[in-house]
Nanobody
Framework: VQLQASGGGLVQPGGSLRLSCAAA????????IGWFRQAPGKEREGVSYISSTGGTTYYTDSVKGRFTISRDNLKNTAYLQMNNLKPEDTAVYYC?????????????????????WGQGTQVTVSS
């Protein structure tokens, strides 16, 4: 079971990035996916969630209206489109596979609900 996050980089405030999370060794279609981030000196934070079918998405308040999570189960890949990036979005971003295909709203951004984690990709927002 592997998750490979990619697409991070250095971008100016107001810019955009698209992160990808490629799954290997298991069918992504069976599992919900979450994106998390961890900034230096801060705790890991849940950013976004998508159910196994893609029918339900969920975002932390600070990224609503700016980030969009999606998935392509045929490509075994999930995505996080990040627009209007802000310096406070700077962090290492991780994708993770949930323990099931769907999570109740109170658990969607809880790391304890996720069984497998990718290695992370650095996002730096700076002028």
């Amino acid at each position: 079971v592997q998750l490979q996050a990619s697409g991070g980089g250095l971008v100016q405030p107001g810019g955009s990035l698209r992160l990808s999370c490629a799954a290997a060794g298991f069918p992504l279609v069976n599992y919900a996916i979450g994106w998390f981030r961890q900034a230096p000196g801060k705790e890991r934070e849940g950013v976004s969630y998508i159910s196994s079918t893609g029918g339900t998405t969920y975002y932390t308040d600070s990224v609503k209206g700016r980030f969009t999570i999606s998935r392509d189960n045929l490509k075994n890949t999930a995505y996080l489109q990040m627009n209007n990036l802000k310096p406070e979005d700077t962090a290492v971003y991780y994708c993770a596979r949930a323990r099931s295909g769907a999570l109740f709203s109170g658990y969607r951004l809880s790391g304890a609900q996720y069984a497998s984690w990718g290695q992370g990709t650095q996002v730096t927002v700076s002028s």
